[in-house]
């Protein structure tokens, strides 16, 4: 009787956050799910393979506080292949991930993962969100480049 009450005087649960988009890794890549990009029919998994880069960005925001003005935010940075050719880049909000937590898949499958330069990130987007002077990028994994061995045949 108490949950009742309680869930009558509570009202509705809160409509999903249609932008919310949470990240899974597994031995097979990242997936990226939300709303938003189902709605775009954007891509949502990729596999390890296609993974270029992984660090910390940490830059002003594109949209100013409407209040308050510019800021500064920490993204998670992924650099993978783009549909026009090149890279592109896939951020994520700092919240989504904890340093002192990577999720094992991601320590797996970027071996030489260089903690240390993403806590050199991380430690400027915890000085706040008008540390304009540290602006910056800390890319912590990088895909070797193919061997000229492995490239494939070269010019004749």
């Given at each position: 009787?108490?949950?009742?009450?309680?869930?009558?005087?509570?009202?509705?649960?809160?409509?999903?956050?249609?932008?919310r988009?949470?990240?899974?890794?597994?031995d097979a890549g990242l997936?990226?799910?939300?709303e938003?990009?189902r709605?775009m029919?954007?891509r949502e998994f990729?596999?390890w393979?296609?993974?270029?880069?992984f660090?910390f960005r940490?830059a002003q925001?594109?949209?100013?506080d409407?209040w308050?003005?510019?800021y500064?935010e920490?993204?998670?940075?992924?650099?993978?292949?783009?549909?026009g050719?090149?890279l592109m880049?896939?951020?994520?909000?700092?919240?989504v991930?904890?340093?002192?937590?990577?999720?094992p898949?991601?320590?797996?499958n970027?071996?030489g993962?260089?903690?240390d330069?993403?806590?050199?990130g991380?430690?400027?987007?915890?000085r706040?969100?008008?540390?304009f002077?540290e602006e910056?990028?800390?890319?912590?994994?990088?895909?070797?480049?193919?061997s000229q061995?492995?490239?494939?045949p070269g010019?004749?």
């Amino acid at each position: 009787m108490w949950s009742f009450i309680k869930r009558l005087l509570a009202g509705p649960p809160p409509a999903e956050d249609p932008l919310r988009e949470t990240l899974r890794f597994d031995d097979a890549g990242l997936t990226r799910s939300g709303e938003l990009l189902r709605a775009m029919r954007q891509r949502e998994f990729l596999p390890w393979s296609e993974i270029h880069e992984f660090g910390f960005r940490y830059a002003q925001a594109m949209f100013p506080d409407p209040w308050s003005g510019d800021y500064m935010e920490g993204l998670w940075l992924f650099r993978v292949p783009s549909d026009g050719g090149g890279l592109m880049a896939m951020e994520f909000d700092e919240a989504v991930l904890d340093i002192d937590r990577l999720p094992p898949a991601l320590l797996r499958n970027l071996p030489g993962l260089d903690m240390d330069t993403l806590r050199t990130g991380l430690a400027a987007a915890r000085r706040g969100p008008r540390n304009f002077e540290e602006e910056g990028e800390w890319i912590a994994w990088r895909r070797a480049a193919p061997s000229q061995a492995t490239a494939g045949p070269g010019p004749a």
